[in-house]
Structures are given as structure tokens and as C-alpha cells.
């Protein structure tokens, strides 16, 4: 539910290594079509969207602790900044979330829902596709082969087959589909219609719990603060939107670029601190 772009460094380089349409410039429309922020300080910015289904707002719920780790963002020199803007991700700030009226609004809820029952729009459920139909004279998509209840099927496209399903199933589709090493296809019996190094370079993000703090006030934590009137608190949420059940986890995000940082830029951040006022193993 957090609200966060690539750096803009990400996307021009992107369409540096020839991936025509994929610069910042061409992909910002984009997210504006499909955002409406109702952050106030945003409302003017040309760099969101304020008419897209997609609702982008402040959680409605914070602790007394966010406010102390703002501050303590100024006091290491970084000044409130919208992560989502294109110059750069350095500074701290509440998060940005796709939620609305206290509820979290997902890509089914925001893009699916308003158009479900559109006749030209179809989900085919339980369904596993297992190849792209590849034109090898054209090299051009033009369908999918996929299992429903044990028998395999075919949906043809008159335009275009948009690969979304992940960061491996997608280059598995393509390597099943004959896009890949040529000797790791050939091993496998499966037709190469292009030698290309797909599944290679993949990256994760490290990630560290940590550091974790002790606070004295009852009401500085979200488990705390929900357990001391529980009963209130759900009503207050199935009510009204509001409360402490409306929270995300996390509440503040800080960009920082450290003197270890590889990345060309000054602006380019290497290490992004989450803020989370609960216990990762108890609270």
C-alpha cells in the first residue's frame, strides 16, 4: 500500500540499454493518469495525477513516534521531501498510500471493479498459462497457451500480450515460450526462437530489521494503543474510517545517500529507512 516510484535514474536507464518508451519521461504520464493524490501539499504538483482511479493519501492514523522520527531526519540535516517527485528521493516524509477512507485500495479495487462489466473484458479463472504463441517468421506475439481444469486452451490477441507475472514467472514464460539461453532451451526441448539471456542479473533488495527502540508512553505504539481500547477501536474503524485499524505499519519513509554509495549522482539514494511503530517480534 506504500506509494513509491522508481528514481527517474532508474527509468532513464532503462531506455538507455535500448528500452524505447521506458525513460522517466514517458512512463510519468502514466502514473499521473492513474493516480488521484488528495495530499494537500501535492495537489499542485505537475508530477501526480489528481483524476486517475487510484487513490494515493496520508494514512489517517499515526503515532506520536512519526513526528520524533521527522525530526530526527532534520536534525541529521534532510528536509521533508515528496519521495515521488523526479529530481531527487533524498530527505524523510510520511507515506504516501493507496488507501481511501481508511481502507486499502488495490489494483483490483481501482482498475478491475469499475470495468468488470465491460463485454469485452474477461478473467479467466484457476487458469495457468504455460506459453506465449510466437510467430517465428514475424517474431510477434500473438496469443497464449494455458491449462483451465486440466485441459489445455488458447485465447488469441488481436493486438498486443501483455507479460505480467512477476519477477520469474515472466522470464520463465519466455524462456517456456522460446526466448532464452539457447543451450539451457536446447537441454529442455523447447524450440529457440531467440537466443537471448533471459533470467539472468536478477536483484533483490537487502533488507534489515532494525534498529529497534523501547518507549516509555502506553500510547506510542500501534499494538499498544489498539489493545488499550479494543472494543473502541474496532468500532471506531467499521464506523468511521478511522483509528489506529486504518494503519499500514509503516508510517515514515528517510532516502539517505551514504559515503559507500556506488551509484552515480549525488541525488541517487543507496539506503532507504522504513519506519514501523511496532514490534517485528512483539510489541
Not at 47 to 73: D, I, S
Not at 213 to 223: D, G, K, R, W
Request: aromatic content about 10%.
Amino acid at each position: 500500500m506504500i506509494y513509491t516510484r522508481g528514481n527517474k535514474r532508474d527509468y532513464d536507464g532503462w531506455a538507455a540499454m535500448g528500452n524505447d518508451g521506458w525513460s522517466y519521461d514517458d512512463v510519468l504520464p502514466y502514473f499521473k493518469k492513474s493516480e488521484r493524490v488528495t495530499i494537500p501539499e501535492l495537489l499542485t504538483s505537475p508530477y501526480h495525477g489528481k483524476e486517475g482511479p487510484l487513490n494515493v493519501e496520508y494514512p489517517r492514523f499515526e503515532t506520536p513516534l512519526l513526528g520524533a522520527f521527522l525530526e530526527a531526519g532534520k536534525e541529521l540535516g534532510y528536509k521533508w521531501n515528496d519521495y515521488n517527485n523526479p529530481f531527487t528521493h533524498i530527505g524523510f516524509s510520511k507515506i504516501q498510500a493507496t488507501v481511501k477512507d481508511g481502507k486499502r485500495v488495490g489494483a483490483s479495487t481501482a482498475f478491475l471493479k469499475p470495468i468488470r462489466k465491460r463485454k469485452n473484458f474477461h478473467i479467466s479463472q484457476k487458469s495457468q498459462v504455460t506459453r506465449i504463441l510466437i510467430d517465428p517468421e514475424t517474431k510477434t506475439a500473438f496469443g497464449v497457451e494455458y491449462f483451465k481444469k486440466g485441459r489445455k486452451r488458447i485465447v488469441l490477441a488481436r493486438k498486443e500480450v501483455i507479460i505480467s507475472a512477476g519477477a520469474f514467472n515472466s522470464p520463465q514464460l519466455l524462456m517456456l515460450s522460446g526466448i532464452g539461453h539457447k543451450s539451457h532451451l536446447e537441454s529442455l526441448g523447447i524450440p529457440v526462437l531467440q537466443d537471448l539471456p533471459v533470467g539472468d542479473n536478477l536483484q533483490e533488495h537487502l533488507a534489515m530489521a532494525g534498529l529497534a527502540f523501547l518507549v516509555n508512553s502506553t500510547s506510542a505504539t500501534v499494538a499498544r494503543r489498539i489493545m488499550s481500547k479494543l472494543p473502541y477501536h474496532i468500532a471506531q474503524y467499521l464506523k468511521s474510517g478511522n483509528g489506529p485499524f486504518t494503519t499500514l505499519g509503516c508510517e515514515g519513509l528517510g532516502y539517505v545517500r551514504t559515503k559507500y554509495a556506488n551509484l552515480t549522482g549525488e541525488d541517487y539514494p543507496d539506503i532507504e529507512y522504513i519506519f514501523v511503530p511496532i514490534g517485528l517480534n512483539s510489541d
